[in-house]
């Protein structure tokens, strides 16, 4: 029903995102563009088998949009924690039937919008807020027509792992599950809410981003 898309990196800017990946993958991601009416752009890394890295990031050259940015990144409390480096906040998975899946998940399901970056258009479902269970359950996509990953050249970078930890560990499976994902992370109890992506390096070194 639906699988990994991407994951997303946020950033206060786009070029403290690249630095940031291209310090820790070794490679530096691509310019993508700008989302607008959303009041952010971004920039993508391939990470093979349609999946790839997204750096997102406030973009300064859009006027404020009159909704909040994608992912919380007008939350107070994920700004500040971009101010010291940028991290992993979220992840999306596509799917070829998004209509079907909204209309059974009803409000779980969020409203969904038409979304555009030059010649590339998409729609997507944001889980409600405070029902996303701090970004641990993804947005959905459904891409009109090709998608942004058959676009990019193969970093070889790759993604072994999606993880995550809450302390209401029952209520996050529950929800993947309902949105056929309940293979795509690997969940654990935890404290708090946390997403960690493990990725492997072109020269076979595994790094670990994480949302905390």
Known sequence: MAE?????????TLEEGAAFVEQHLGVRPRPGGQHPG?????????LGSGVYLEVIAPDPAQPEPAHAR???????????????EPRLIAWVARTPVLDAVVARLGHRGGKVVAMRRGDLSWRMAFPPQ???????????IQWQGEGASARLPDSHVR???????????????AALAERGLEDAVKLRPGPHARLVARLRRADGTEVALSSG
């Open 4 to 12: 990994i898309d991407h994951i997303v990196l946020g950033a206060r």
């Open 38 to 46: 959303f009041g952010t752009h971004n920039m993508l890394l391939g």
């Open 70 to 84: 994608p992912f919380d990144l007008d939350d107070p409390s994920l700004r500040l924690a971009l101010e010291a």
């Open 130 to 140: 405070r029902q996303d269970m701090d970004n641990l359950i993804p947005a959905l």
């Open 159 to 173: 993604l072994v792992q999606l993880e995550a930890e809450h302390p209401e560990v029952d209520a996050v499976k």
